[in-house]
């Protein structure tokens, strides 16, 4: 079993930075591709980004596109979002996702939900206008 906990989220103005934090624990951190997804209020969650095993590929929402960067450091077991220029519409819970089962094709995985294994709690991102 695998423990994701998120952290780093919190209230700040548009235009604003924050970044997220997942740290995983349980098992080999370095064997997952990993994802973040965002859930605003009264709205289905969705794909922000997704960062594969080896850090090599990564793919972003278009609304996120140029503005957030995933990132990932195998040796900490731990997956990072940094958010740049923030706006009041990237308010949300942010949660991020594990992925382990065997991956046939990372670019027509990383978007969907039902694709990964593991979720963390979330952490909440509210952003003032």
């Known amino acids: 079993q695998v423990q994701l906990v998120e952290s780093g989220g919190g209230l700040v103005q548009a235009g604003g930075s924050l970044r997220l934090s997942c740290a995983a624990s349980?098992?080999?951190?370095?064997?997952?591709?990993m994802g973040w997804f965002r859930q605003a209020p009264g709205k289905e969650r969705e794909f922000v980004a997704a960062?594969?095993?080896?850090?090599?590929?990564?793919y972003y929402a278009d609304s996120v596109k140029g503005r957030f960067t995933i990132s990932r450091d195998n040796a900490k077991n731990t997956v990072y979002l940094q958010m740049n220029s923030l706006k009041p519409e990237d308010t949300a819970v942010y949660y991020c996702?594990?992925?382990?089962?065997?991956?046939?094709?990372?670019?027509?995985?990383?978007?969907?939900?039902?694709?990964?294994?593991?979720w963390g709690q979330g952490t909440q991102v509210t952003v003032s206008s």
């Open positions: 349980g098992r080999t951190f370095s064997s997952y591709a």
């Open positions: 996702a594990a992925r382990e089962r065997p991956i046939i094709n990372f670019a027509t995985m990383s978007r969907g939900m039902g694709e990964y294994d593991y």
């Open positions: 960062i594969s095993r080896s850090a090599v590929t990564r």
